[in-house]
């Protein structure tokens, strides 16, 4: 299957520009333990790529409803919300689902929760909702997400996209669709962010070592 870069660039995602990708093995930062293993172009191929999958094993794309987990998830799924028009001229809802309050970790953390943007367009009845998140791990983000889903009606199916599967499972979460696996350590953390700082312009998903903390993603 040919892929191709989509014609209007997703909000959140950079276009192309005439110089080759940069290598994944150049340093980022003058700190020796960070490197990066997406960059912007590859990030763009990967959307583009679970795009054309969401629309093969769907059969009605009318009953699709994406829902970005924040705060990664969320210009992931605007981008394929773009890519679902473009490759199957389908307009998608787009929710935005905030986990916090649903997460079974945060006592084990010690941490007093920040609640995020939630704005969900309409019910999710008998639709089929896609939820977005950029990095998946244990899967309790994702179970979380589950929970905080149910507010909002009683979808259909429920399917799941990952820009990146890090591993480390510790709930049985199936991840439908997969920008890329990335064997990483415990003691790694992988994330999504902007090369200009938060999650404007162009993208990169990024390793560094750190010390292991219990619980939560990633």
């Not at 941490?111 to 939820?131: F, N, Y």
């Amino acid at each position: 299957m040919l892929l191709l870069p989509p014609a209007s660039t997703p909000p959140g995602l950079a276009p192309p520009s005439g110089a080759a990708p940069s290598s994944l093995s150049s340093p980022l930062d003058d700190s020796s333990n960070l490197r990066r293993v997406l960059d912007d172009v590859g990030i763009r191929r990967a959307l583009m790529r679970i795009a054309h999958e969401i629309a093969e094993r769907n059969e009605d794309l009318e009953e699709i409803y994406l829902v970005g987990i924040p705060n990664g998830g969320v210009p992931l799924a605007r981008a394929l919300a773009e890519n679902l028009t473009q490759v199957a001229e389908v307009s998608a809802p787009l929710g935005i689902l905030d986990t916090t309050l649903y997460r079974d970790d945060l006592k084990l953390r010690g941490e007093r929760p920040l609640l995020r943007e939630t704005e969900m367009p309409s019910s999710v009845d008998e639709r089929v909702v896609i939820l977005v998140e950029d990095v998946v791990s244990t899967g309790r983000t994702i179970r979380a997400a589950m929970d905080a889903l149910m507010d909002f009606g009683r979808p259909r199916a429920v399917q799941v996209v990952a820009l990146v599967d890090r591993g480390h499972r510790e709930l049985p979460i199936k991840i439908d669709y997969v920008g890329k696996n990335i064997p990483t350590q415990p003691g790694e953390k992988v994330t999504l962010r902007g090369v200009e700082g938060g999650l404007e312009g162009p993208l990169e998903v990024v390793v560094q070592h750190q010390p292991s903390r219990a619980g939560g993603e990633p």
